[in-house]
């Protein structure tokens, strides 16, 4: 299908109320609904007085040469995805955020004649939170407006919802499609001036740590990166901070009394420090603000859209710069902001009924004005890894962001679901969108090094960012033979891997490297397990 004007508008300004129109424009009351096509856009924009606005619907419906039969269909996650992302047939309820490509044939085939495959998406930094739907008639596009649970109050100002994008791509496969509409939807990808890659303990250790313990870790990944002349990040995970999860961010806790100390040895040792946050919780109020810089709806939890909060992170922000930690791993924004983790309420996500104070933007730029204060206080020369945070609208103001589901050091099954299905489906948008970070190397001895072996291989081979989690005590000659490997490889720039069975298999082993077709085993001999990756506490 090309780009055109949608066959039907509804804007809704109450819960399952809207308003239908049929035109290329919506006029209502104080409400102005405007589309402008330019080139190879279709621009939103709506403006409104006092009406309160919740979610814009369009629909194009399929003139009869439009519809496709035997086809394949992929959307995108709303952040990190949790072992979700594939290809399936028509599911007409199903929701796909920000983009979704629509496919026949097979990527196993080298030969792309007769091959198709429709992208329909929306250009990054969105101002509303965007998600499609495809079945045998047509397609819909819902734009989700609200601030927090209720309708966005814009008082009269233009708000440009979102750029829409349809693209038909013939002769290729679906992965290269996949892979220039997401040049198209993110001109001006926010990328580090080097490969990212390291050291992060969680994994192993799962906030069990210390000072001592870092340094630990920050010799091994040392060790087995010497000689090379881009230095792997050391990263201090959650458990620095005086309480678990949770803020006050301006010291360490006994077992870390000295952070900018820390960040001194990690780079006399010859790492780059990195730290983990999350900006938005606070626990047990110590982080020191006034009532009013707080959620209503979610206690412990700081309203993004108060200016109060905004500059006290950018004030944690250069605190943890002045320390010389030079990556910020910033992480819960997703769920602080929305109430939800990605994974939980379809399209629909945050639950009505509640706003942030500053009701005059939606969610969507609440979140995109937070991530834009901590790039601008982080500075030239800070690497901003995302966890936890909307895919689109980090893309541009994040240079690495991890786009799957925590892997593990003691299931590899999890690692397979989340960690494997990530990667392949996410391939797309690593140097499109950001440098994609699909979760670290788990070693903590309960899982076989078999398999760890070919995870670490096949994340060092794709060009993507690099973490190993592995407890130096158990760490042997040969493992770290196996990392020193993947350190040079992965540093040295390799070209994308490409998931060759990823249409057909939800965890692809299939992959195209450098030319060569590699297969990779992802079972243990017993094969599966019934393990269901994000209710499972234990990593």
Not at 24 to 32: F, R, S
Not at 152 to 161: A, D, P, S, Y
Not at 197 to 216: P, T
Not at 294 to 320: C, F, M, Q, W
Request: hydrophobic share 35%; aromatic share 12%.
């Amino acid at each position: 299908m090309k780009l055109r004007f949608p066959d039907e508008i509804k804007i809704f300004d109450k819960v399952d109320n809207g308003h239908t129109f049929r035109t290329p424009g919506a006029v209502y009351d104080d409400v102005k609904l405007t589309l402008d096509m330019k080139d190879d856009r279709l621009s939103v924009q709506i403006v409104a007085d006092t009406t309160p606005l919740l979610h814009i619907r369009f629909r194009w419906n399929f003139a009869p040469e439009e519809i496709r039969r035997g086809i394949h269909i992929m959307g995108d996650a709303w952040e990190r995805s949790y072992g979700e992302l594939e290809w399936r047939g028509e599911v007409p309820h199903r929701f796909m955020p920000w983009y979704m490509l629509v496919s026949n044939g097979s990527d196993l085939s080298p030969d792309t004649d007769g091959r198709f495959t429709e992208a329909f998406g929306v250009g990054v930094q969105p101002s509303a939170m965007c998600s499609w739907q495809h079945d045998p008639r047509g397609v819909t596009l819902w734009m989700d407006v609200r601030c927090g649970g209720n309708g966005v109050l814009l008082g009269g100002r233009e708000l440009h919802v979102c750029d829409v994008f349809i693209k038909e791509y013939f002769n290729t496969s679906a992965f290269e499609a996949g892979k220039s509409f997401c040049k198209v939807m993110c001109p001006a990808p926010l990328l580090s001036d080097t490969p990212v890659y390291g050291f992060n303990n969680w994994y192993y250790a799962v906030g069990h740590s210390s000072h001592e313990q870092i340094l630990k870790d920050c010799d091994l990944i040392c060790e087995v990166t010497e000689g090379l002349s881009n230095r792997p990040y050391m990263v201090v995970d959650d458990g620095w901070q005086r309480i678990p999860c949770s803020g006050p961010w301006n010291a360490g806790c006994e077992l870390f009394s000295d952070m900018p100390g820390l960040a001194k040895e990690i780079s006399g040792r010859g790492a780059i420090p990195g730290i983990w946050v999350r900006y938005l919780r606070d626990e047990f109020d110590y982080c020191g603000l006034p009532s009013e810089c707080y959620l209503n709806a979610r206690e412990k939890t700081l309203d993004a859209s108060h200016p109060a909060a905004i500059e006290y992170i950018k004030e944690v922000t250069g605190r943890i710069v002045s320390w010389g930690y030079k990556l910020i791993k910033h992480d819960f924004s997703m769920q602080d902001i929305f109430g939800v983790n990605g994974y939980e309420r379809g399209g629909y996500l945050a639950k009505n009924g509640w706003s942030f104070r500053d009701q005059s933007r939606t969610s969507a730029e609440i979140a995109m004005d937070m991530y834009r204060a901590i790039l601008e206080a982080a500075g030239d020369g800070t690497v901003i890894l995302a966890c936890d945070t909307p895919s689109h609208l980090t893309a541009g103001l994040a240079h690495v962001m991890r786009t799957g589901f925590d892997t593990s050091a003691r299931h590899f099954e999890r690692t397979r679901i989340c960690g494997v299905n990530t990667l392949a489906f996410r391939l797309m948008q690593n140097g499109t969108f950001y440098t994609v970070d699909a979760d670290c190397i788990g070693h903590s001895g309960r899982i076989d090094w078999k398999l760890n072996r070919q995870w670490l291989r096949l994340v060092a081979e794709s060009g993507t960012a690099l973490f190993i989690s592995a407890d130096p005590d158990l760490t042997t000659d040969e493992m770290k033979e196996d990392m020193r490997l993947a350190c040079k490889v992965n540093t040295s720039g390799y070209p994308d891997a490409i998931p060759l069975d990823w249409m057909e298999n939800q965890t692809p082993e299939v992959f195209l490297i450098n030319g060569d077709v590699k297969v990779y085993d992802w079972y243990a001999e017993e094969g599966t397990h019934q393990f269901i990756p994000p209710a499972d506490p234990e990593y």
